[in-house]
């Protein structure tokens, strides 16, 4: 007979659902003990979503339970978990669909977990059939770096990279061309660099690459300017891409400086300054300074010791050659000329050759040349101070005008006075011989009768001085007996007449 459970505690049932209403609607098996237990209801510590039909991976395992599991009325009205009867075939039912309906797959089609990204739709989407093939560096590209929402429905525009590319590396610079600055005029979708401008194209603009410029690296002309190349360049003269190797000695000339006056782009040597355009500057090249190089005269010195001079204050001689009589003639080079400056060296000298004095005359001078001095060679007189041969060395003012300066003394000093030989009492500058020495006057023996036929050796004898044969003036023996009773002081035999 059973209990009378109201009087009893025996024979009660040990089931959770003997006891409280089943919250899942029937859902799950009867016995709770299987998820929850007894310390607290809503520790589900025992579900294994493992064993359900839905496995938890990826981020799915991250997920609280109530995002998918929601609640819903029953038909006693009273809300309970839903865990039954939930469509998980696709994600769409818990997901959104981002694309909009522009794909009729499956998501795990292009998605897999536990990453819902990057997608795989290279695998099953073949971007070649679409209206933009992926080429280059295209190929590889995340989707949304195009696709920016995800809404593949959505036209991307793509007929110009500008269309994708909006921040321009030039700034800008091409829109002036008739392609507006199309990227792909340049470049390629294999990549931005190298470019597809080549010379060839250069020679299209306004500077063609041409001599040295063919095959310089881009970047050595368009150089960066704050964050951008500059390309279009206003100004491409020379000077503004290479360094004035003169120094701006030539900005004042009728040029202005513009190394296209004297140089071409196949190199900076040879310039193109010729011997006509020298004659039409402040120094003509006249007489040898014709045949001069030009390095002779443009060498390095000045305030600018690595830059070769072009700009010369002084154009006289002296500007560029020393005085190598050491200013001996300073006061006749201070002589003005026509134009009221000094003649410097052209005062003696032409520019055809030093050796040309057409300016000189000896006349002009202390020591005027005649006879036989007329005929001599300059070094005869004007000899240097050191055995160098040196014209630096040769003296013109201090030079001798006595005949024993440089005339040896033929006569061994008979003919002294006064601690001098005064040549010029016998002879002349014409020549040697016939002598001016009057014997009557000037000798103390008067010659007459014979003596006026005699020749000269006759009583004038030679003796030995040292390892030189002199010719006796001096002791000859002024007596009849002294030159006709025996030798003669010079050794000769005169005959007895008287």
Request: glycine content about 10%; charged content about 20%; hydrophobic content about 30%.
């Amino acid at each position: 007979m059973p209990k009378d459970r109201s009087r009893s505690f025996l024979g009660l049932t040990r089931d959770c659902l003997g006891c409280h209403a089943d919250p899942h609607q029937g859902q799950l098996p009867a016995q709770c003990g299987t998820c929850h237990d007894t310390a607290r209801w809503q520790n589900a510590v025992k579900v294994d979503h493992a064993k359900a039909r839905f496995i938890l991976a990826g981020p799915h395992e991250r997920v609280e339970c109530r995002k998918c599991h929601p609640q819903v009325a029953a038909a006693d009205g009273k809300l309970y978990i839903k865990f039954r009867n939930l469509e998980f075939s696709d994600c769409t039912p818990c997901h959104s669909d981002p694309h909009r309906g522009a794909f009729q797959a499956a998501c795990k089609t292009c998605h897999t977990l536990p990453a819902w990204k990057p997608a795989s739709a290279s695998a099953v989407f073949d971007h070649a059939r679409s209206r933009f093939p992926l080429a280059g560096k295209h190929a590889g590209l995340p989707c949304k770096s195009c696709h920016e929402k995800s809404d593949f429905k959505l036209p991307v525009a793509h007929s110009l990279c500008g269309d994708c590319h909006r921040q321009s590396p030039h700034k800008n610079q091409f829109a002036g061309r008739a392609d507006r600055g199309e990227c792909s005029s340049c470049h390629k979708v294999e990549g931005f660099k190298p470019a597809t401008f080549d010379t060839a194209r250069h020679s299209t603009t306004g500077f063609a690459l041409e001599g040295r410029h063919v095959g310089l690296r881009c970047d050595q002309c368009h150089k960066p300017w704050t964050a951008a190349v500059i390309y279009r360049i206003p100004d491409t003269h020379c000077a503004k891409c290479h360094v004035d190797k003169h120094a701006g000695q030539f900005h004042l000339s009728p040029s202005s400086g513009q190394c296209e006056a004297c140089h071409t782009v196949r190199g900076f040597a040879p310039a193109t300054f010729t011997l006509t355009k020298h004659q039409a500057t402040r120094f003509a090249l006249t007489g040898a300074h014709g045949a001069v190089v030009c390095a002779e005269c443009h060498k390095a010195g000045g305030e600018t010791p690595a830059v070769a001079r072009y700009r010369f204050d002084n154009l006289n001689c002296s500007g560029c050659h020393g005085d190598i009589h050491k200013g001996q003639f300073a006061v006749r080079m201070s002589r003005p000329g026509s134009g009221g400056v000094a003649q410097d060296c052209a005062v003696c000298h032409s520019n055809r050759a030093w050796t040309e004095l057409p300016g000189f005359d000896h006349g002009d001078t202390k020591f005027p040349l005649a006879g036989k001095h007329r005929l001599a060679s300059c070094d005869r007189c004007h000899r240097r101070e050191d055995p160098k041969p040196e014209w630096r060395s040769v003296q013109f003012q201090s030079a001798p005008h006595q005949c024993a300066a440089c005339h040896e003394d033929e006569h061994g000093g008979q003919f002294n006075a006064s601690g001098s030989t005064n040549c010029s009492r016998c002879h002349s500058e014409r020549q040697w011989k016939p002598s001016l020495f009057n014997h009557n006057g000037e000798s103390g023996y008067t010659l007459a009768g014979a003596h006026q036929n005699t020749a000269c050796a006759a009583c004038h004898g030679v003796r030995m001085a040292g390892d030189k044969k002199l010719t006796v003036y001096k002791g000859v023996p002024r007596t009849c007996s002294g030159c006709h009773a025996g030798k003669a002081p010079g050794g000769s035999r005169l005959p007895n007449k008287s």
